[in-house]
């Protein structure tokens, strides 16, 4: 009788622990895939992206669409064509909607590349399209503009015309 009680101590310490690390897994998936804390109005999104880790992927809505951020690590190559710096920072951002048919591609972060469920298209980090994959063509950048450590999409800003520039 009492090996079985030891057996169901066990079990549902056991259990206990399982179900704890379950949660605390969840809770960190959440959070690495919260969109960030945006404002939406009159077709602009606002939000802070001072907070973003090296390495971090956040979606945020513009006008009905989805518009991915990362925060580059330091050892991605910089692309002037898509992306910018706040400080020493170094972000990337696009319409995540694919050049090919229009899915919604996924990101990788471990690949740090973006794939389209839809007919296997291929996006860099920076959301150009990998050659021999369907997408004609890179994301769309939206216009935006960079204040301080606030995003503004929406609105064509000094960063956004440098990178037109350069496309
Ligand atoms: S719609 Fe993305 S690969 Fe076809």
């Known amino acids: 009788m009492a090996e079985v009680k030891r057996r169901d101590f066990l079990g549902l310490t056991l259990g206990g622990v399982a179900a704890v690390g379950g949660i605390a897994s969840l809770i960190a998936m959440k959070k ?3 969109p960030l804390p945006s404002v939406v109005s009159a077709g602009f999104t606002t939000v802070d992206i001072g907070n973003m880790q090296e390495g971090e992927f956040s979606q945020v809505e513009w ?3 989805p518009v991915f951020i990362i925060r580059k690590s330091s050892n991605d190559a910089f692309d002037d ?3 910018f710096k706040i400080g020493d920072k170094v972000y990337t951002l696009g319409l995540q ?3 090919h048919l229009g899915c919604i591609p996924l990101y990788k972060s471990n690949e740090k590349e973006f794939l389209c469920p839809c007919h296997g298209g291929r996006f860099t980090i920076s959301g150009v399209n990998i050659e021999g994959t369907p997408p004609p063509r890179p994301f769309d950048i939206p216009p935006f503009k ?3 450590t606030v995003l503004t999409l929406g609105e064509a800003g000094e960063e956004y ?3 037109m520039a350069l496309a």
């Open 81 to 83: 064509k898509r992306d």
């Open 146 to 148: 960079v204040e301080g």
């Open 97 to 99: 909607v694919c050049t």
């Open 63 to 65: 006008r009905g669409k």
């Open 32 to 34: 690495t895939w919260d």
């Open 161 to 163: 015309n440098k990178m």
